[in-house]
């Protein structure tokens, strides 16, 4: 059982930076794989970073890859998602996601389908 809640969000200039932070309850916090997701209006949710229980390992999409950098505190149940360069297409609804390491096989998911513990979202909006 994971409950995950994110903070951060804001409106900030192109090129400007924002960290999101993922607050997680639960004792079992440590053995998830976690992800940010993004939403914008009219599209679907789509990967953005995700990052092993061990946070030794991390996956981005490719157009946040040099950008974006994703980081977790066991110690304090958090994932963080440092955004920087921002540029208007990445204004979304970022959510936080988890999913148990025996139910990813493993695996860092790239999919929705991936994950099954997921929070509110917090808005992001990048200006041009």
């Known amino acids: 059982q994971v409950q995950l809640v994110e903070s951060g969000g804001g409106l900030v200039q192109a090129g400007g930076s924002l960290r999101l932070s993922c607050a997680a309850s639960g004792r079992t916090f440590s053995t998830h794989n976690l992800a940010w997701f993004r939403q914008a209006p009219g599209k679907e949710r789509e990967f953005v970073a995700a990052?092993?229980?061990?946070?030794?390992?991390?996956d981005y999409e490719d157009s946040v890859k040099g950008r974006f950098s994703i980081s977790r505190d066991n110690a304090k149940n958090t994932v963080s998602l440092q955004m920087n360069s921002l540029k208007p297409e990445d204004t979304a609804i970022y959510y936080c996601?988890?999913?148990?390491?025996?139910?990813?096989?493993?695996?860092?998911?790239?999919?929705?389908?991936?994950?099954?513990?997921w929070g509110q979202g917090t808005q992001v909006t990048v200006s041009s």
């Open positions: 996601a988890a999913v148990s390491t025996f139910a990813s096989r493993g695996a860092l998911a790239r999919t929705r389908q991936g994950y099954n513990y």
């Open positions: 990052i092993t229980w061990s946070g030794s390992s991390t």
